[in-house]
């Protein structure tokens, strides 16, 4: 009696009723095989593969199984070749393994034998099936084309979103739970919070991600709003909606640019913190290192790129402490800027609750006019033509308010402005003596902080900040430098100026308010 083994493989949970379930192909090879008088000795089946590779795990475990049996087996028994294999080189190359195995192969939809008739309508069977493989490659291709040009998403949706269907259109909208998470993520970044500690932060909120897969996410346009693939660039469409504003992207980029990191081999070190932080007067950043002399080790900063620039540990550490108190002095707020911003915040409090309260009120609206318009469909005072078109306006609206109302700020969750006033007043006046109690990770956060692109040290000289400091007259406008602004214009200086002040309050807050 001839011995048989039976392959079915189904690539997706859908094919239930097209003939090509595992259901259907188990009863189709057991009836075939009762009919020619085979004995069937066992079936291997591939849930979730595509036929177009041979790198299936069930097709392995079959193949290393006739290796095993060699000679005991003489059949091989598949619905039909697509089912085997969609490409016509990847059949030959199985069948020409089986038959060195002296196994041959029978569909039970196509008929052929090992006649030169047969042999022919066996290839013309494989190349066939690869024919409709491509075709619908093809279709799919041009699909997935146009529907980015149109603005449309089409793959697993990023971070900070997810999939939905409109029409039986495919897109994305943010996610309420995630989306909030990648927008702080981003803030974080461009508060020169350390990428590892960002990465870390977003595990511990429930977003498992690698180091190469964060890179990636944090480069990926998606987040403003744009679309790249097949050749083409486009704006995404509703409700598909940038989460991030571009400066807030183009910051995030700069963060995390190798050149704002000191190299790639870099590690912390608790001998040398300020490697990282500290540049030499050509703008690179000094490395660090132990010199061995006179019996003695010596610990030097020194630079790549200059010859002869090595600076003691000890002298660059004390002009940083220096360069501490001088930002402490200048930094800290005084009774009259607490007074101004306490103004400010007041102010600005007020706008966003009476802009929280017009969407809240909007979408209401919105939300009562789709109940009023279902009820005039089924009385049948509105056709249903026009009735569609009017609910998918409604709806776009509902979700450009929805977006709106996600990437604002939760009001209950801002800080009251006295504990951040207070918070800024402590933690700036005691910066420099809690840089040098405190442990490595926390003072590379300080430096990141205050210092986000570096400080230059000349040898044997002050240093000089790289960056201008927050709430001094190099970051923002002070009261007292407005004078000879008038109009329009110096109403912009003060509230830019104010706002500058309060977000860096807040972003020292949110920083290092639980270190």
Same mark, same amino acid.
């Given at each position: ?5 039976? $392959? ?18 188990? @009863? ?9 008088? $085979?004995?069937?000795?066992?079936? %291997? ?85 690869? %024919? ?6 093809? @279709? ?24 939905? *269907? ?34 870390? !932060? ?82 690179? $950043?000094?490395?660090?290192? !132990? ?15 200059? =010859? ?17 108190? @001088? ?14 911003? *306490? ?12 802009? %929280? ?57 801002? =800080? ?89 309050? @807040? ?9």
């Amino acid at each position: 009696m001839v011995q048989a083994i039976a $392959y079915i493989r189904v690539s997706t949970d859908r094919q239930a009723t097209d003939g090509t379930s595992l259901v259907t192909q188990r @009863r189709r090879v057991v009836e075939y095989t009762a009919l020619k008088g $085979y004995r069937l000795v066992k079936q %291997f089946v591939e849930e979730g593969e595509s036929a177009k590779t041979d790198n299936r795990p069930v097709l392995k475990q079959m193949l290393r199984y006739c290796e095993t049996e060699r000679g005991k087996i003489d059949l091989l028994v598949v619905p039909k070749i697509d089912r085997f294999a969609r490409y016509s080189e990847d059949y030959h190359h199985l069948k020409r393994q089986l038959r060195n195995l002296g196994i041959r192969v029978e569909s039970i939809d196509e008929r052929f034998d090992d006649s030169p008739a047969g042999k022919f309508l066996e290839s013309m069977l494989a190349a066939t099936a690869q %024919f409709d493989n491509d075709v619908r490659s093809e @279709r799919t291709y041009n699909g997935m084309r146009e529907a980015v040009s149109q603005g449309r998403w089409v793959w697993k949706a990023p971070t900070g979103y997810r999939n939905i *269907r409109i029409d039986g259109r495919a897109n994305i909208e943010p996610d309420p739970r995630t989306a909030p998470l990648v927008i702080e993520a981003f803030e974080k970044l461009a508060r020169r919070v350390r990428v590892t500690d960002v990465r870390e !932060w977003l595990n511990e909120q429930g977003i498992p991600i690698r180091r190469n897969g964060f890179y990636k996410m944090v480069r990926n346009r998606v987040y403003i709003g744009i679309i790249e693939a097949f050749g083409v660039t486009s704006r995404g469409v509703l409700p598909f909606t940038p989460l991030i504003p571009f400066e807030l992207f183009e910051s995030a980029q700069t963060a995390i640019a190798p050149s704002n990191h000191p190299g790639v081999n870099q590690l912390d070190h608790e001998d040398f913190p300020l490697r990282g932080t500290v540049r030499c007067a050509c703008g690179a $950043y000094l490395t660090a290192c !132990w010199s061995k002399g006179n019996k003695r080790r010596y610990a030097y900063y020194r630079c790549r790129t200059c =010859p002869r620039v090595n600076i003691g540990r000890e002298f660059v550490e004390s002009q940083f402490l220096m360069q501490l108190q @001088r930002l402490s002095a200048a930094m800290t707020p005084d009774d009259q800027m607490a007074a101004d911003l *306490r103004s400010f915040w007041d102010g600005t409090q007020r706008q966003l609750r009476v802009r %929280f309260e017009e969407l809240e009120r909007d979408r209401e609206r919105i939300e009562s006019q789709q109940a009023n318009l279902v009820r005039k469909v089924a009385d049948g005072v509105v056709p249903d033509h026009l009735a569609k078109q009017m609910l998918q306006e409604n709806e776009s609206k509902l979700r450009q308010i929805n977006a709106k109302l996600s990437k604002s700020r939760s009001l209950d969750r801002e =800080p009251h402005f006295d504990v951040l006033i207070e918070f800024g007043t402590r933690f700036l006046r005691q910066v420099s003596e809690m840089w040098q109690d405190a442990e490595i990770c926390l003072k590379k956060q300080i430096q990141s902080f205050l210092f986000p692109s570096g400080s230059i040290v000349v040898s044997n000289t002050h240093p000089r900040t790289a960056a201008k400091a927050p709430l001094t007259d190099g970051k923002v406008l002070p009261t007292g430098s407005l004078v000879h602004v008038g109009g329009p214009q110096r109403q912009k200086c003060e509230h830019d100026a104010a706002l500058s002040k309060v977000e860096f309050l @807040r972003d020292l807050y949110d920083t290092f308010g639980n270190a």
